[in-house]
């Protein structure tokens, strides 16, 4: 019994369409049925909105220019009290940033730690869709982030064939003390283990194209090459349902993909790790 045989008449979804979810969605929408449309939730915190969609774009949202006081900050750089910001009319499309406001419900200058990247423009106005977290993995100075490591896991998707359901990644030590990521993916149906593979060192190299940091430390020896890890199609799911049941408020148990506290990745993957700690 899937959703389409709940919900027959089922035209549009209103959810989650980037970030993460953006893997798993057109896997989503085949379970409604054919021809329902996804509509994208706002990018918006309980301290306050950042945009909203205003037509049928699967994932732009044209920025809430009156709703606060914007500053943004390229998204490879440090957030310090003394950043030069932009300001939303000098923004560029492609790029990302950290987003910075300010508003009369008495926040000042305040990091959301959400990533937004420009789309587009829309009679002057930036259309955004939310890229990721800030989180910044970095144990040899690749300084990695949630946005360029979901555009890499799409990018390794596409070339091979392959589905990622869900994914997260933690740094191991490896051979010599080398430091390697480990990547826990639930994909649909089976993966050979040459697709596998393939699909590792697809993702090696789309990574090193997201970010010059990764790209050099690899280059340098200071990282080694990615390893992946199956997952079943659930184990994500499960996951959730055992954060839910900690007591964790189920609006708040969201996707994280690094992982470096060893007893969440134990509880993701089933397998006990030495904790590496400092990222």
Wanted: a negative charge; one cysteine or more; aromatic letters at 8%.
């Amino acid at each position: 019994i899937r959703p389409a045989h709940l919900w027959p008449r089922m035209r549009a979804l209103f959810c989650w369409t980037t970030g993460m979810a953006s893997l798993d969605l057109p896997r989503l929408r085949e379970e409604f049925g054919a021809g329902v449309a996804t509509l994208p939730a706002p990018v918006a915190a309980s301290e306050g909105p950042v945009g909203v969609a205003l037509d049928r774009h699967t994932s732009a949202y044209s920025l809430t220019v009156g709703a606060s006081l914007y500053e943004f900050l390229d998204a490879d750089e440090d957030l310090t009290p003394d950043a030069t910001t932009l300001t939303w009319d000098e923004l560029e499309e492609g790029r990302d940033y950290h987003v910075v406001f300010s508003h009369i419900g008495g926040l000042y200058r305040y990091a959301v730690g959400d990533v937004v990247r420009v789309v587009d423009r829309v009679a002057g106005v930036p259309r955004v869709s939310y890229a990721g977290r800030a989180t910044r993995s970095s144990v040899a100075g690749e300084r990695l982030r949630d946005a360029q490591v979901i555009r890499a896991l799409d990018e390794a998707g596409r070339s091979t064939g392959l589905d990622v359901r869900n994914a997260a990644c933690r740094a191991d030590d490896g051979d010599g003390g080398v430091p390697f990521y480990t990547f826990a993916l639930a994909g649909y149906g089976a993966w050979s283990a040459a697709e596998t593979e393939r699909f590792a060192a697809l993702l090696d190299t789309a990574i090193g194209r997201e970010s010059r940091d990764y790209r050099a430390a690899r280059a340098e020896g200071r990282l080694g090459a990615p390893t992946v890890r199956l997952l079943d199609e659930e184990a994500f799911l499960r996951d959730w349902h055992t954060a839910v049941a900690t007591g964790v408020r189920p609006t708040q148990v969201k996707d994280r993909l690094f992982r470096q506290d060893p007893a969440l990745w134990e509880r993701l993957t089933g397998t006990a790790v030495a904790g590496r700690e400092g990222q």
